[in-house]
């Protein structure tokens, strides 16, 4: 019985867990694959699981940082290196921050997160 009650609690809380998620990621988003540091030399070892997930939709991007990394620096460059975004959020008191992209022209731009790493990721407008 007890093994029963664990398994439907454990299935409720995953399922609400799930439905909360669904509900912060709109359908039309897409998810920009971040990349620690240089990941231009292929490496053996395993994938590591980054704790900040991105997604795009037509009007901004949304971070989603899946545990407390702390103060985390963000910025956007264009593609000639420029600074076109910088922003500061601490984690301890944020789990998620949006950034609205309708002041960026089209064009192909470089997030990058910095904190006791640097994770990055290439996205357009």
Do not use: W
């Amino acid at each position: 019985m007890k093994k029963l009650i664990l398994t439907l609690f454990l299935s409720l809380f995953c399922f609400s867990s799930i439905c909360e998620a669904s509900r912060v990621i709109s359908n039309s988003s897409k998810k920009i694959d971040l990349k620690k540091g240089s990941e231009s030399v292929p490496s053996t070892r395993s994938p590591v699981s980054l704790p900040i997930s991105l997604y795009q939709d037509e009007t901004e991007l949304e971070a989603l940082f899946l545990v407390n990394i702390g103060t985390v620096c963000i910025t956007i460059s264009d593609a000639s290196g420029a600074v076109v975004y910088q922003d500061i959020v601490d984690t301890s008191a944020n789990n998620q921050t949006n950034i609205d992209l309708s002041s960026l022209v089209s064009g192909n731009y470089t997030i990058s997160f910095i904190y006791s790493i640097t994770v990055h990721g290439d996205f357009q407008v």
